[in-house]
Each structure stands twice: as structure tokens, then as C-alpha cells.
């Protein structure tokens, strides 16, 4: 067992937990779609002399393709960007986008007549438990937060699936660089007809920023290329769900998130029906 491989993944999901808080801080001085496009442009550039040589020997065609299937993510960040703009309950929407590994066989479903496997099914009835035990307030309501956090989710998974069949020719660290500068520009051009920028940015909110493009984004992918490399693979996809639990335990500690036996009983609902079914692909997977 490759404990240092599995280890570096542990640590590869503090950060994306932390990233959560470190956004939510930088968007109090900065337009949440600027952040993302300066976050991103320049985590992408840090990343690029990991990826120098890859690059040069990439057909140009695979390049433009990762470029345009980057706008995928990009739509799926905004919306992530937003949700967290406008809540407090960053572990409730950890939770939820976390969900985008469940939409994935959805979206393949429609998109390119993949039927999903059984284990899908009997996963799904278990994470809408979740989500409606988490947006049970003595009443139904799902907030609007929760929906833009949901349709993240969404866009995450046909982000997943366009990158599964467009640009599998690419190495993974490549791959980030491109969609993270692709998603950079994006926001900064977003944020140039829709948001007006502060006069003064404090430097309080540049140390978030910092932050988020070091720890959160270049250095979380670096962590997370490598560790996948080096783990078991049935281990490294385990090892990914904890993200929504490091932001959960953050966002109680920091922002003081409520959390009522309901949102906890959905939160371990959700985890459940994610890891039964990324058990269950596993599975199948060694079975072939």
C-alpha cells in the first residue's frame, strides 16, 4: 500500500476544502467572476512549467479541443462562485456539488447513450434522500444558494463527460493548465461587462487571493496529479470524497454553519450513495 501517495491525496483534499474558505474571503473585496478569472489565469501560469514539455510536443488540434471543453468548466465555476457568494453554508454545498459524480452517468445517459450501471440506480433514490433531508427547514425549501451550488453540480458533469471523450490524449497536468487558463479568461471577460470593480482592494483580500491560486488551485492539482499517479486507484477515488467533509468541519469552525440532525443525517446519505457507487464502479471495473 502506497501510504505517501495516499497521504499527499488526504492532503490534496485539505486544500480543496480550504479553497472554499479562502474564495469566500476573497470575493468580500473582489467580483466574484474576476476571482475566479485572475485565479485561474494565473494558477494556469504557474502551472505551465510543469507542463512546458508537454505542451510543445501536443498536437495543436488536442489543445484548442481541451481549450473549448474548459468553457464547460468555466460555467460550472461561475455558477460555484455565485452560490458561495451568497451563502454561508459552504458544507451544505460542498455536499451537493459533490453529487456531480452522480449526474456524470446522467449526462452521459443523454448525451451519448451510455446507459448507467445498476449501482447508479440504487445510489440515486439514496442521495435525493440527502438532498431533501438537507434542504429540510420544517418545511421544503431549497434555497437559492442550493440550487446554483446543484446546477455547479451539473455543469461539473457534463464538463466530466466532454473531457472523458474529447481530451483523454493529453496528461492530466496539461489538461488543468489549459482549462484552467481557458476558464480564467472566460471569468475576466464576464467580469468585464457585468461587474464593477473596487476603486481599492485591501491587502487582506490579496492574501486570500494568494491563497487561493498557490495552496487551492496549482498546488491542490500538482498534489492531486501525483497522488492519483502513485495511488490505488479504488483508494485515490475514496479518498477524493473527503473534500465535502474538510469544508463541512471548516465552515462550522469558521462561519459557524448550523447543523441540525437533518443536515447531518443528509450529509452521511450523500457520502453513503457516492461511495457505494464509486465502490460498486471499482468493482465492475476489475471484473472486465
Known amino acids: 500500500m502506497n501510504y505517501r501517495a495516499e497521504l499527499i491525496l488526504v492532503f490534496t483534499t485539505l486544500l480543496a476544502g480550504a479553497g472554499w474558505v479562502f474564495s469566500k474571503e476573497a470575493i468580500v473585496g473582489l467580483p466574484p467572476f ?36 474548459g468553457g464547460f468548466l468555466g460555467c460550472a465555476i461561475f455558477s460555484w462562485i455565485y452560490a458561495i457568494s451568497i451563502s454561508d453554508t459552504l458544507g451544505e454545498g460542498a455536499f451537493i456539488m459533490s453529487l456531480s459524480m452522480l449526474i456524470v452517468p446522467i449526462v452521459a445517459w443523454m448525451l451519448f447513450k451510455t446507459k448507467p450501471i445498476r449501482a447508479f440506480w440504487l445510489s440515486l433514490p439514496i442521495a435525493m434522500v440527502g438532498l431533501f433531508l438537507l434542504s429540510w427547514k420544517g418545511s421544503w425549501t431549497f434555497d437559492a444558494s442550493q440550487l446554483w451550488f446543484l446546477i455547479s453540480a451539473i455543469g461539473l458533469a457534463v464538463h466530466f463527460n466532454f473531457n472523458s471523450k474529447y481530451s483523454v490524449r493529453l496528461s492530466p497536468i496539461l489538461l488543468a ?6 476558464t480564467g479568461v472566460l471569468g475576466l471577460i464576464l467580469s468585464y461587462f457585468t461587474e464593477t470593480w473596487p476603486s481599492e482592494i485591501s491587502t487582506t ?25 502513485l495511488a490505488n486507484p479504488t483508494n485515490a477515488a475514496l479518498l477524493m ?28 446519505l450523500l457520502l453513503g450513495s457516492l461511495i457505494f457507487y464509486r465502490l460498486s464502479s471499482m468493482i465492475r471495473l476489475r471484473k472486465r
Open 241 to 268: 470524497l473527503l473534500e465535502p467533509i474538510w469544508t463541512l468541519i471548516l465552515s462550522v469552525m469558521i462561519y459557524h454553519e448550523p447543523m441540525p440532525f437533518n443536515k447531518i443525517l443528509g450529509c452521511s
Open 34 to 69: 474576476g476571482f475566479i478569472g485572475l485565479r485561474f489565469v494565473f494558477a494556469s501560469l504557474l502551472l505551465l512549467p510543469f507542463c512546458l514539455k508537454a505542451l510543445k510536443a501536443a498536437p495543436l488540434a488536442d489543445c484548442l479541443r481541451a481549450l473549448s471543453v
Open 205 to 229: 483580500t490579496w492574501k486570500w487571493f494568494g491563497l487561493s491560486v498557490v495552496l487551492a488551485t496549482s498546488l491542490r492539482y500538482l498534489m492531486q496529479t501525483t497522488g492519483q499517479k
Open 177 to 182: 493548465t489549459l482549462q484552467l487558463f481557458s
